[in-house]
């Protein structure tokens, strides 16, 4: 009877039914076993928390936390209840206990069996422990399961994936790529589209925004597609993870108001509830659209949404989200210079604390920029070098570059901003591929000329740009993605295009670039971040 009730009780709660409180609950009252208690307790809190009543979830886990005697089983529940109150407003203050421990323990989880490993990881990272030690027990307990390749895939495999991207661990793509392969095999929708949409995430930060785009397409489509009776789709987090990534792509690359659409889009899930998962990520999706639209004080209210979010769950750190420095940017557009000065201060004492290169980076870039210091920006450029973004490399030459043009400094002003302006059409970040151009003009740039020597001239005898300068945003992705070895067909699938307009792309690729041929395109774009 255990088992039954068990097996019904979490088929409902897959699909919302209030009915699986109560099955749960019967049968976590009439199971013997310590384990077999533990999985039903986590069901039952997850179905109670679903619902708002967090605290009675934190309960239903410490009721049968005190009658373990196993430590190790001890040490699951404990961090099990630890992410839940990071992950729940309504259960964070019933979990502080728990949600402190968890971050004492950051040091050490690596020895911890896996699941405590990563769920302490993902605490740990949030209450921004040190990256390196919290990045590695995430990476100790993905590794657990792939030496059991016949094992399934736990739930708790997605806290420990997005500990690796908080903490810009070096493993993050190999064990992403492992997992998505995994879940696609398995037929684990819910799953898949949890992963892809923390992937997507992790691209847009990266700065592979057709990867970004992909991905979080896909996590929404899955969740369009778990919406029958019996489906299941992604967790609302995830959901909320997917149309951020997706927004904050079509930003960079400047369509506003198709990002403003894509969150409208799904607003009617309740993605910005008092209480909804991941609503942090749709907030500061909210403010960059308002910010990039020139809407600085409506972006700067959606963006200390975002930051009162995640403070509400005792998510400090600027690696799971890192509101303060675009609240920064939008409060220095409101003329608040101060407060812009005092958040992104903040951040950047965040982000050393933490040890997550890339997030110190772009957190030194903008208080740099607020506060005309060439040495946090230099710092910033200094970072990113070493690898982890191209994107946010190119943002902080850019920066850097400016800089240093407007403060009359020498030093290769137009090399700066040209390379920065190369790894934003890279990327297909026009906006700030744009903003670099427009610094280079100022500065007296030439354009570049053909691989022959010679300046490529218009039909009227002006100048026009060659190479990369040439591309549009969508013909840099093409060709990226052709060099790579894709067919058109699977371009066109990734960027959700039609096979026509990635022919029509490639072939201006060709023509602008001057080459013939796929090898050609890989060995120019290769060139261009040597």
Request: aromatic share 2%; glycine share 12%; hydrophobic share 50%.
């Amino acid at each position: 009877r255990v088992e039954v009730l068990r097996a019904l009780g979490l088929a409902e709660r897959a699909v919302d039914d209030p009915a699986a409180i109560e099955h749960l609950d019967e049968a976590f009252g009439l199971a013997r076993s310590e384990p077999a208690r533990i999985e039903i307790a986590r069901a039952l809190a997850l179905a109670l928390d679903g619902i708002g009543r967090g605290q009675e979830a934190v309960t239903a886990l410490r009721t049968v936390r005190g009658q373990l005697r196993d430590p190790a089983l001890g040490l699951r529940v404990d961090a099990l209840i630890a992410t839940l109150g990071t992950s729940s407003a309504t259960a964070t203050e019933a979990a502080g206990a728990e949600i402190d421990a968890a971050c004492g323990w950051a040091e050490q989880a690596a020895t911890f069996p896996p699941e405590a490993a990563a769920q302490v990881a993902v605490v740990a990272a949030s209450g921004n422990r040190s990256a390196g030690a919290v990045g590695d027990a995430a990476a100790a307990a993905l590794a657990s399961l792939q030496r059991n390749p016949g094992s399934a895939i736990p739930p708790w495999a997605l806290s420990a994936h997005w500990a690796l991207v908080m903490c810009e661990h070096a493993e993050t793509e190999a064990r992403a790529q492992w997992l998505v392969g995994r879940a696609r095999r398995d037929g684990l929708s819910a799953l898949l589209g949890g992963l892809l949409a923390e992937r997507a995430v992790a691209m847009v930060r990266h700065g592979d925004l057709a990867a970004a785009e992909a991905d979080a397409r896909t996590a929404l489509a899955i969740h369009d597609l778990g919406q029958g009776p019996g489906s299941v789709g992604p967790a609302p987090g995830s959901l909320g993870q997917a149309v951020a990534a997706l927004a904050e792509v079509l930003v960079l690359r400047g369509s506003t108001g198709r990002a403003a659409a894509a969150i409208a889009d799904f607003q009617h899930l309740g993605l910005l509830e008092p209480d909804a998962a991941g609503a942090e990520f749709v907030a500061q999706a909210r403010g960059l659209v308002f910010l990039a639209g020139g809407n600085p004080d409506a972006a700067a209210d959606q963006l200390r949404e975002a930051g009162d979010r995640c403070l509400a769950r005792g998510v400090i750190s600027p690696a799971h989200l890192p509101w303060r420095s675009s609240l920064a940017r939008a409060l220095d557009d409101c003329g608040d210079l101060d407060a812009a000065i005092a958040v992104a201060t903040e951040e950047v004492e965040l982000a050393r604390s933490f040890g997550a290169p890339r997030t110190l980076a772009n957190a030194l870039r903008c208080l740099g920029v607020l506060t005309g210091d060439k040495r946090l920006l230099a710092e910033s450029v200094g970072l990113l070098e070493r690898g982890g973004s191209p994107l946010a490399l190119a943002a902080s030459l850019v920066e850097l570059g400016t800089f240093m043009r407007r403060a009359g400094n020498r030093g290769d002003v137009k090399g700066t901003l040209s390379r920065g302006r190369e790894l934003a059409l890279r990327a297909g970040a026009t906006v700030l591929a744009g903003r670099a151009a427009t610094e280079l003009a100022v500065a007296g740039a030439r354009p570049r000329r053909n691989g022959n020597g010679d300046g490529a001239t218009g039909g009227n005898g002006t100048h026009r740009a060659a190479g990369l300068e040439a591309l549009t945003g969508t013909e840099v992705q093409v060709a990226r993605l052709a060099g790579e070895g894709h067919s058109n067909k699977e371009i066109a699938q990734r960027l959700f295009v039609s096979l026509d307009t990635v022919e029509s792309q490639l072939a201006a690729a060709y023509r602008k670039l001057q080459v013939v041929d796929r090898r050609g395109l890989g060995s120019v774009l290769a060139g261009a971040t040597a």
